[in-house]
């Protein structure tokens, strides 16, 4: 049985307070502690798998926080010990408070997703986009047994690849600071071709309903529709948007599907079904 270190929860000082876990930071500054309630089984579960997730992608070299420990608290908690990186804030967030400053933003973006995407992935330790594409719709009612038999044929026709995805792959989940930029929010991490990952952009940009968008990005369609256009360009090099979003339909038809692997009622994909599901 693995033997987990315990250190004293009066050595850190709570910052923050949610629903479900609680965020520490060591008296120095340098790591931050998430932890949660040691009885609270699904928390602890969800937890552990953010740890070994983690762990994948410091491995892996994916430009993100170095996690050191998954350890419990003199208090009946247990958590996962990060660095903590200094003064940063996400993209999405820093676009919203320097709109004037959208295109710098972007472009830091686009170059961080290149660093993952070019990424060969380890496929022994992660699994794959597709599968998790198949599971989610082995998971919904949004759609048919024949409507998924199709879209999982239709998914095995398109070339595959083996690097790295973040699943989520949006502003939102790149953070800058001083200290360099980073990916977060690395729980969807799989393997597969990275035009599923820039696509979900384009896709959200497409479908995300308008009032959704400022809940998530801090900002509303018009500008997310700007970041689209500003990445596609910055990650492929070419101004020729129409043609970039034609090269990318067949991708952005599965993009948000891993998500219902978590839930159903996707606003996104119920305004994108007839997209989906059209030739």
């Not at 008296?27 to 997730?53: C, F, I, P, W």
């Not at 919904?140 to 083996?162: A, M």
């Not at 790295?164 to 597969?192: A, E, K, Q, R, W």
Request: proline content about 4%.
């Amino acid at each position: 049985m693995e033997k987990i270190k315990t250190i004293d929860i009066n050595e850190w000082n709570l910052f923050s307070e949610r629903l479900y876990s609680k965020s520490y930071m060591s008296q120095d500054g340098s790591k931050m502690l998430k932890a949660v309630n040691a009885d609270d089984e699904s928390s602890v579960a969800y937890l552990r798998e953010e740890y070994n997730v983690d762990c994948i992608a410091n491995k892996l070299g994916i430009p993100t926080a170095k996690v050191f420990d998954f350890i419990k608290t003199n208090n009946n908690e247990v958590g996962i010990v990060f660095e903590y990186i200094k003064d940063k804030v996400s993209c999405s967030r820093a676009i919203s408070q320097e709109p004037e400053r959208l295109e710098d933003y972007i472009k830091i973006f686009a170059t961080t997703v290149k660093k993952m995407h070019s990424i060969e992935a380890d496929t022994s330790l992660i699994p794959s986009f597709t599968s998790r594409v198949f599971s989610g719709l082995d998971k919904t009612k949004l759609f048919n047994d024949k409507e998924k038999d199709l879209l999982k044929e239709r998914l095995l026709k398109l070339p595959e690849n083996t690097k790295c995805l973040h699943g989520d792959m949006t502003p939102s989940n790149v953070v800058h600071s001083p200290s360099g930029d980073f990916i977060i929010d690395l729980g969807n991490l799989s393997y597969g071709n990275p035009l599923f990952d820039v696509a979900f952009v384009y896709y959200l940009a497409e479908f995300m309903p308008d009032d959704v968008v400022p809940s998530i990005f801090h900002f509303d369609m018009t500008t997310l529709k700007k970041c689209w256009a500003v990445y596609a360009k910055e990650y492929f090099g070419s101004n020729d948007l129409r043609e970039i979003e034609e090269y990318l339909k067949p991708y952005s038809k599965f993009a948000g599907l891993p998500i219902l692997n978590i839930a159903d009622d996707i606003p996104s994909i119920i305004a994108a079904k007839e997209f989906i599901l059209s030739e």
